[in-house]
């Protein structure tokens, strides 16, 4: 008894140090994320190789850049170790078919070096390059099963007359025209080091390609053109020989084509695809006959969304399926029959690997980001644990709830209550809306420079992440119900979930922000303007504020026409303007932070330079646009997405958590340790 009492009392000990040392998230602490982005299993079983990710920790000292990938090797779950030098910044990672090498590309130090593809033994001594194109970048690759050939992407050769114009001053680009396709090769690995990759010959611009067991075939994604239009809308499944490029037949399936991978005879391909040219997203499983290209759907018409697929050695199909807001891993036979189901208990599963029967996924929830874990009978098994210190983050509790439209549509969405939960009459609440719509956010780990997550409920805010009409993951016909609607039912959505999170005591109706990037950065501006009484403060990133211009200045033109708006701009020019938010800047009493990179060609800056003038000379409401020099459709470097971090926080607080009042002050103290300057530019 004594034993008893004292071991409780040791634990109630614990849970009060625990309690004690627990901690709100902050802006900083997102610097600190580590994510699993890669997993490849050895076939021999003797370990998974995984690719770590992380930003440069900019608060800590470290200089400003993208983030960095390194590899490490797991062994058993806790049982983990580096394998290359802290400063390799790595990808595409895998294992040689027979288990010897781990393969990756590495760029190394030097303005004249190209990105090559490296290996580095698995039982001791150290990397080495297998192969390189003399005269352009490796992009991608992919192993034949004899370990000893490998099948090479690499980009465009360098046109050394054009790069000596471009130093004298001629460096005009012809937008469009100047098609610069990737190029396949094979090269032999054990050939010696004056082995010259072969080139294979291939007509169009390949983005991914995977190779028969027997060697014969490549399957490659390729799109007509270099465009991103064509990348997104007209990719297809091209299988070729592998030794000539000989063209086999051509998988036509009518939509976007997601992952694709050959099973263990070669006959069969699966393939995630749309269902028609207007299917905003590859989400429904598909089986192909390698022989002539015929597709025949798994999962057509289902409420769901396939995000992944590997072979396993005895035959079966695993599928990483995403059902709403929730995931399940799920087996077919060779048939496309449903075999088995096996609910992950919680985890979002990402990416499935296999090898020599063991399969591995990177999975994240709502309490950790992507980690490694392994299938075991029907459990999954965490391998990695690379934030330890998030057990020491106060977090708050994160569920999803499903609420009626006014039109009886049932949505749902994701929320996370305040640390401590919500206050009698509900807390400020931040809305973050995902892009597309064509996606969805999931149960899982929410927290990231754009979405205020844990850092928002630390901060006292409720956060609600709506799966609004035309997300993915609902079926098909639920992510076609925005077109042909732009700011329709799709956003009205948004309104309704207000009076559903008041009824459960989470918000306060008079202090909600709403914020996103991309179609959710048009959200935010919708928010803003038509619909300003619902939203006390907004926050809108590379975000859409004119139909008609977006049009004339975007590089997916046929994309927003085929899946978004299913008429031109000409076709009815003023129901284009209609639902653009500058032609409703007269309703725009709502403060709005902008955010764009300078060089986005998706939603060109021009987009936030409209809706910042047309609010600034047409209104006294408050608004800022903050510019980031070298930052596209989307921040990739560490300062502009703590930057935005930052400045999205304030503006939210400084309108939801008060009376409002004056903007910010532009600038802000960085953290002690940041050794550089922000690159962020405002105007106000």
């Known amino acids: 008894m004594k034993t008893q009492l004292l071991a409780g009392a040791t634990l109630i000990a614990i849970v009060a140090s625990a309690s004690a040392n627990a901690r709100p998230m902050t802006p900083e602490d997102i610097l600190k994320i580590k994510h699993v982005t890669d997993i490849a299993v050895s076939s021999k079983g003797n370990g998974i190789a995984v690719g770590v990710s992380q930003m440069p920790d900019i608060a800590d000292g470290a200089k400003n850049g993208t983030s960095e990938r390194n590899l490490r090797v797991a062994f058993a779950a806790g049982n983990m170790r580096d394998f290359l030098p802290d400063d390799m910044n790595i990808r595409g990672i895998e294992y040689s078919p027979d288990g010897r090498l781990i393969s990756f590309l590495w760029k190394p130090e ?116 270099t465009q991103v239009d064509d990348s997104l809308t007209s990719t297809r499944v091209h299988i070729v020989d592998a030794a000539t490029g000989a063209l086999k037949t051509i998988v036509k399936t009518p939509g976007k084509i997601g992952d694709f991978e050959f099973d263990r005879t070669g006959k069969t391909l699966s393939l995630i695809a749309g269902v028609d040219k207007h299917d905003p997203a590859a989400t429904t499983l598909y089986l192909v006959d390698a022989s002539n290209g015929a597709f025949r759907p798994v999962t057509e018409g289902q409420a769901n969304a396939a995000v992944d697929t590997e072979w396993m050695a005895d035959g079966r199909l695993a599928v990483a399926m995403h059902v709403g807001a929730q995931s399940e891993l799920r087996f077919y036979d060779r048939t496309g029959r449903l075999s088995s189901t096996i609910n992950p208990g919680g985890l979002i599963l990402r990416n499935l690997e296999t090898s020599g029967g063991r399969l591995a996924v990177i999975a994240d929830a709502p309490k950790h980001p992507r980690e490694l874990f392994v299938l075991n009978g029907r459990n999954f098994v965490r391998w990695s644990n690379h934030n330890d210190w998030l057990k020491d983050i106060d977090m708050g509790t994160q569920r999803t709830i499903r ?160 899946v978004h708006s299913r008429k031109w ?116």
């Open 569 to 684: 701009p000409w076709e009815n020019w003023q129901g284009m303007l209609d639902v653009s938010p500058i032609y409703h800047v007269d309703k725009a009493k709502t403060p709005i932070l902008i955010l764009h990179g300078e060089n986005d060609t998706r939603v060109a800056p021009s987009q936030s330079y409209e809706l910042y003038r047309n609010i600034k000379v047409r209104t006294d409401t408050p608004v800022r646009l903050v510019l980031y020099p070298g930052e596209g459709h989307g921040n990739r470097k560490a300062a502009a997405q703590y930057d935005y971090n930052i400045r999205m926080m304030r503006w939210m607080d400084t309108y939801l958590k008060g009376d409002g009042g004056e903007m910010p002050a532009p600038r802000f103290d960085l953290p002690q340790g940041f050794s550089g300057a922000s690159e962020a530019k405002t105007e106000d």
């Open 403 to 562: 609420y009626a439209a006014r039109d009886g549509q049932q949505v749902e969405g994701i929320v996370i209550e305040p640390v401590g939960g919500a206050p009698n009459g509900g807390a400020p609440t931040i809305f973050r809306v995902h892009g597309g719509p064509e996606a969805h956010d999931s149960n899982g780990w929410l927290t990231s420079y754009g979405a205020p997550g844990q850092v928002g409920a630390g901060a006292g805010y409720t956060l609600f992440y709506p799966n609004y009409r035309g997300s993915t993951a609902y079926g098909t016909a639920f992510s076609k119900q925005h077109q042909n609607d732009y700011a329709g039912k799709e956003f009205n959505d948004l309104v309704d979930a207000i009076g559903a999170l008041e009824a459960e005591g989470l918000t306060r109706k008079d202090k909600v922000g709403i914020t996103g990037g991309s179609y959710g950065g048009y959200a935010s501006a919708w928010g803003a303007t038509a619909l300003s009484e619902h939203f006390a403060a907004s926050v809108m990133f590379v975000g859409i504020s004119n139909q008609i211009s977006k049009f004339g200045t975007t590089d997916i033109p046929n994309e927003m026409y085929l």
């Open 110 to 225: 030097g303005d004249d070096e190209k990105r090559g593809l490296y290996a580095i033994p698995v039982d001791g001594g150290g990397h080495r390059k297998l192969a390189s194109i003399e005269d352009s970048n490796i992009t991608g690759y992919v192993w034949g099963p004899d370990s000893q050939t490998v099948y090479l992407m690499a980009a465009a050769a360098t046109d050394k007359a054009r790069k000596k114009e471009s130093k004298a001053g001629f460096n005009a680009r012809i937008y469009e025209e100047e098609q610069k396709f990737k190029r396949l090769f094979a090269v032999d690995i054990n050939a010696g080091d004056d082995a010259e990759p072969r080139e294979i010959g291939f007509k169009g611009e390949p983005s991914a390609m995977r190779v028969s067991q027997d060697g014969r075939w490549l399957a490659v994604a390729a799109a007509p053109t």
